[in-house]
Nanobody, 124 residues
Framework: QVQLAESGGGLVQAGDSLRLSCKAS????????MGWFRQAPGKEREFVAA????????SYADSMKGRATISRDNAKNMVYLQMNSVNDEDTAVYYC?????????????????WGQGTQVTVSS
């Protein structure tokens, strides 16, 4: 069992940078692949980024390539999402998710545990 708690959201200006954090509690965090997803008002939840358990490989949604970096610190049970040059399309609730597998992907149903989400609002 893994409990996830996101933080770092808030109101930011278009063009700003933002770092989201996710703290995991429970056992064996380092055995889970981790992902970030987001859900904008009136839209379905979508994939943002994911990282393997070892952090040797990561993947990104096309909309985030070149603007986002996912990272993790297994010693601290933390995963991060650094976003740069945010725009109003980045406004959403951002969710951290854990997959009981060494391999990460962008398929929402592959993830076993979810946080409550953190709101990011971009003001233009």
């Amino acid at each position: 069992q893994v409990q996830l708690a996101e933080s770092g959201g808030g109101l930011v200006q278009a063009g700003d940078s933002l770092r989201l954090s996710c703290k995991a509690s429970g056992r064996a965090f380092s055995t889970y692949a981790m992902g970030w997803f987001r859900q904008a008002p009136g839209k379905e939840r979508e994939f943002v980024a994911a990282v393997t358990k070892t952090a040797l490989s990561s993947s990104y949604a096309d909309s985030m390539k070149g603007r986002a970096t996912i990272s993790r610190d297994n010693a601290k049970n933390m995963v991060y999402l650094q976003m740069n040059s945010v725009n109003d399309e980045d406004t959403a609730v951002y969710y951290c998710a854990a997959r009981n597998s060494p391999y990460s992907d962008g398929v929402m149903n592959d993830y076993d545990y979810w946080g409550q989400g953190t709101q990011v609002t971009v003001s233009s």
